[in-house]
């Protein structure tokens, strides 16, 4: 009886406001409210808009006209966007192949070697500088007749040399050049990385008689592997989205060497001002760098880590 008693006295688990919860979600909504709308007018429609427009004929100087697939079975059989896809992969495994590893090593170096803030501020300078500055004043430097490196080399008697204008070296110089820019960028992020890694781990491994070479590719590499995942996937994508140091310097040249699928989508759209095929081009590279990212993903494992 007394149980009874002290079960019908006791207080009752306040239930949550309807009415606070519709205010909490209320708020909610309008913090999140730019953010969405900045999506939707800035990455929604235009992805939307720009994937119809593929499927029409549109040159600025009359309405779209839906053709279905045409603008695709044209890409197809089109020798020029074979071409750029193949400058472009080219370009991207030179400049991740190159960026990727002396990135990793700089890292390594900075994590082991100094605490700098100074030293780790002046890596990241050229990130800092405008790209289109950044391939102008290489391009400058590069000159055939006046450049300060073709100079330099004839001194060593092993020059000139045409960096941007011989189709064998334009598209390695530039991916040298973005190398050059994005390197520090891209070992801050490695190096973010290597902080999370616990200096315990090197200690025991260190009294178990693992050398550093050993600890690099037993420890490090391993428990840096979502780091190096998400640096990959942000690398890939932005070398395949190359246009701006290509635009300043080659233009596409010389005979096509240059000529990067974003280049020649910039070129059938605002120089030959058909905008239907443009769209075609643009679908079919957000198509390649999602299977890309996907891939990378999976293959490497992005959402595992050893670090638990």
């Not at 030293?119 to 450049?147: E, F, H, Q, S, T």
Request: charged fraction near 15%.
């Amino acid at each position: 009886m007394a149980a009874t008693e002290a079960i019908k006295t006791a207080p009752r688990p306040r239930r949550t406001s309807l009415r606070g919860g519709r205010r909490e979600t209320g708020v909610a909504l309008m913090f999140l409210a730019p953010a969405l709308l900045g999506f939707v007018v800035f990455f929604l429609w235009p992805t939307i808009r720009g994937f119809y427009l593929s499927l029409t004929d549109y040159s600025l100087l009359q309405p779209p006209v839906f053709i279905g697939m045409k603008n695709y079975q044209e890409l197809v059989k089109d020798p020029q966007f074979w071409n750029a896809l193949k400058v472009t992969l080219e370009y991207v495994v030179l400049n991740i192949g190159f960026q990727t590893v002396l990135a990793l090593g700089l890292a390594v170096l900075l994590h082991r070697l100094t605490a700098s803030t100074l030293l780790r501020g002046i890596v990241l300078l050229p990130y800092l500088i405008a790209n289109v500055i950044v391939a102008l004043l290489w391009y400058w430097m590069a000159d055939y007749n006046l450049g300060v490196i073709n100079q330099m080399l004839g001194w060593l008697h092993l020059g000139p040399f045409a960096f941007f204008g011989d189709s064998a070296t334009s598209i390695p110089t530039i991916a040298f050049v973005n190398v050059w820019r994005h390197l520090g960028y891209t070992s801050l992020l490695i190096f973010a990385g290597l902080q999370t890694i616990p200096k315990d781990v090197y200690e025991a491994a260190a009294m178990d008689g693992a050398t550093e070479w050993k600890a690099f590719w037993r420890i490090t590499m391993p428990l840096m592997r979502p780091v190096m995942v998400l640096v990959l996937m942000l690398t890939v994508i932005g070398s395949w989205q190359i246009f701006d140091t290509v635009a300043v310097t080659t233009k596409g040249g010389p005979v096509n060497a240059t000529r990067v699928i974003q280049y020649y989508i910039f070129d059938r759209a605002f120089t030959r001002y058909d905008f239907g095929y443009a769209s075609a081009l643009s679908v079919i590279l957000f198509l390649i760098l999602a299977g890309v990212a996907f891939a990378q993903f999976r293959l490497l494992r992005g959402d595992d880590s050893d670090l638990n």
